[in-house]
């Protein structure tokens, strides 16, 4: 397939992924309004005056809920089922033993005795233990007796234990017979045999109705009608307002939205687009390195929706829009690519939420702070300590952040919330725990972190050890370009430990023929290339940018890293075998056989390395080392590149540039310093 098709298709494919990604964001969002006044206790109301169109209900603080729960908790009485079966038996078991033990002269006192058990019976018998202990300190309690599906309410007080119903018994049976009589019927009975529990605690059915009521509390407390003025301009807005404006504000978004939903939706549309149009032209244009993989679009446009989607539904559910670790996006983009895309993706999702956020320019402002604090913190993560200083680091900063809008608004530290210092706790537990999500993108999305630049620079690594040991030459180059661009990246912000892994890696293609490179031939021999055409020794040397490719994705090496390969030398020439041909043959000459397959570098990293690779094989060629040989070599090798075009595809600006040759002078200058000539019998 030609390349052009191939572009094409790719083409379409970021494309579908950006109009699917539009799609699932516009349906994320709610199908209303959104309601666009804030207001704060204590400050005054700017806008217009409100004047309510609908009627709508006052709703109940979360305090006043909380009361209502509170106070049913506290007053519910319990339930307890009647066992007819259990009076029943142990009457007739009385009534008989009576007959049979007590003689017929005490039939009078034995029907006595009968009808205070029956009494004692009828206002109910209950074992203590029955009792629930959270009922026991409420001498003011009614219980429900659930009798033939009826309930019946009762003073806890006029219950029985089986000890009060034999004391009740024993004291009412004294004032209707002599002591003689009670005496010896007393003697012949146990009368605590016959006192059973005729009720039990039922805690199904007392749960079931104590949720009940607790479903059936008002969240409403009154009624506004329709053309009350609600606050008028200028007007301090205390508690009362603050109560009624939310009330409006959530009927408003409820069912009060009086304009066309189909304006609304033209409205989110266009919001998508807007944003989702930017941040396309942004990486085309500005991340052409980022814009070119499929996968990173994919990635990007994922979070994306995850995140907008995640923090809508929690709005939507009424849950403290803090909660949703909203810093884990910029951590993970940050982590993968630059900074400051990482920031213009966060700022993306913060302008797709904040519109129906609470107190949206609180949320703004406080997430924009912990979001770019957690891009600079993570750049080295990966080092022991550094996590835990970013996770505090992040809290801080939305702990600070949250504080300062707080007494902007209110000029003091009362109304500064503790829950939402918690909730911001909790947050960044949670970050610390998505960070883990990091290699997982890693190896689905084949990227690059930081953790694995660190374990590829590891000098001990089969790769490199090869390169070593079968040229020791190409290592010792490889080792001094790292330190030049290193160097270079760190002065310009860029990536310093990618640019060290890439150019460390980057001349691997010449373990497959060492011998042909002039740093790794012996120092008295004659070069292998002058029984070679000129045609060969190019192709050789050009052979080894292939060589690299094949053998970096032998050993499973990210494509960051095989791009630093293949673009190392862009798109320039084999150009002393090129003069050589040209010698020889001064009529006809095919410069495809002498030129590089490229591409030119297309980000900063591979531009510097580039540019290190020639400096560093250039300086080891000069004859006389001196600030002006040295200047001279640097300017004349950047010129030349600047000129044929091989730095035109990548976002180096000109003062980046000027400073990147400043440090190889510098640099290249420090490691051919002049050194003492030591006497020949001192050595």
């Not at 009624?223 to 609600?230: D, Y």
């Not at 300086?619 to 004349?636: K, N, P």
């Amino acid at each position: 397939m030609a390349a052009t098709d191939m572009n094409v298709i790719k083409s379409w494919k970021k494309t579908a992924l950006f109009v699917c990604a539009s799609v699932l964001l516009i349906l994320s969002l709610p199908r209303n309004s959104a309601f666009h006044y804030e207001f704060q206790k204590g400050r005054e109301w700017m806008s217009e005056d409100i004047i309510t169109p609908f009627d709508f209900p006052i709703y109940k603080t979360a305090d006043e809920l909380s009361a209502d729960r509170r106070k049913i908790t506290e007053t519910y009485k319990p339930y307890f089922q009647y066992y007819a079966s259990v009076e029943q038996q142990q009457l007739s078991m009385f009534s008989s033993f009576m007959e049979t033990q007590v003689e017929q002269k005490y039939s009078h006192e034995k029907n006595i005795l009968l009808n205070l058990l029956r009494d004692a019976y009828r206002r109910y018998i209950v074992q203590k233990s029955d009792i629930p202990p959270i009922f026991a300190g409420r001498p003011q309690l009614v219980v429900s007796v659930i009798k033939n599906n009826i309930y019946e309410d009762y003073p806890i007080t006029e219950l029985f234990t089986p000890d009060e119903a034999y004391e009740y018994i024993y004291l009412q049976f004294g004032k209707n017979a002599d002591a003689a009589a009670r005496q010896h019927i007393f003697s012949k009975i146990d009368l605590h045999g016959y006192l059973q529990a005729n009720i039990t605690f039922d805690e199904a059915v007392t749960n079931k109705i104590k949720e009940q009521l607790v479903d059936n509390i008002s969240i409403t407390k009154g009624i506004v009608p329709a053309g009350t003025k609600l606050i008028a301009k200028g007007e301090t807005i205390n508690s009362k307002n603050i109560e009624i404006l939310e009330s409006f504000k959530k009927e408003y978004m409820n069912v009060g939205f009086m304009g066309s939903l189909q304006l609304v939706l033209l409205g989110q549309i266009l919001l998508v687009i807007i944003c989702l149009l930017q941040l396309y032209l942004m990486l085309k244009w500005y991340q052409p390195e980022i814009f070119n993989r499929t996968q990173n679009i994919a990635f990007i446009l994922l979070l994306i929706a995850v995140a907008v989607f995640g923090s809508i539904q929690v709005i939507k559910s009424d849950i403290n829009i803090y909660f949703v670790p909203l810093t884990l996006v910029p951590i993970y983009v940050g982590t993968f690519f630059r900074s400051r895309t990482a920031i213009f993706i966060y700022i993306t999702i913060i302008m797709l939420v904040f519109i129906y956020a609470p107190n949206s320019f609180e949320f703004a402002f406080v997430s924009l702070a912990a979001g770019i604090i957690s891009v600079s913190q993570f750049r080295t993560w990966y080092r022991r300590g550094r996590l835990f200083i970013a996770i505090g680091l992040i809290f801080l900063f939305y702990a600070l952040s949250y504080v300062a809008v707080c007494l902007i608004k209110d000029g003091s530290f009362e109304d500064i919330n503790l829950r939402t210092l918690i909730i911001f706790g909790i947050n960044v537990i949670l970050v610390l725990f998505g960070c883990q999500l990091i290699y997982v993108f890693e190896k689905i999305f084949g990227f690059l972190s930081n953790s694995t630049l660190m374990e590829l620079s590891d000098t001990n690594r089969v790769l490199l050890r090869q390169l070593a040991e079968k040229a020791p030459g190409t290592f010792q180059h490889s080792m001094q370009v790292a330190n030049l661009a290193e160097e270079v990246m760190r002065q310009i912000s860029g990536e310093t430990l990618l640019v060290r892994v890439g150019a460390l890696y980057h001349d691997i293609g010449k373990i497959a023929n060492p011998e042909y490179f002039i740093e790794n031939q012996q120092i008295a021999g004659s070069s292998i290339h002058e029984h070679l055409s000129p045609e060969e020794s190019a192709r050789i040397i050009i052979r080894h940018v292939e060589d690299g490719v094949i053998l970096a994705k032998k050993h499973n090496l990210p494509n960051k890293i095989i791009d630093f390969i293949r673009t190392h030398h862009a798109k320039s020439s084999t150009r002393y075998f090129l003069s050589k041909y040209r010698e020889q043959h001064p009529d006809a000459v095919d410069f495809s056989t002498f030129s590089y397959p490229g591409p030119n570098p297309y980000y900063k990293e591979l531009a510097v390395l580039m540019m290190a690779d020639s400096i560093e094989a250039a300086s080891r060629s000069l004859q006389t080392i001196t600030t002006e040989s040295i200047s001279d070599l640097v300017e004349r090798i950047i010129s030349y590149q600047i000129a044929n075009g091989y730095l035109n595809d990548c976002d180096l600006t000109f003062n980046e540039l000027t400073l990147a040759k400043e440090i190889f002078k510098a640099k290249l200058k420090n490691i051919y310093h002049a050194r003492i000539e030591y006497p020949q019998n001192q050595i």
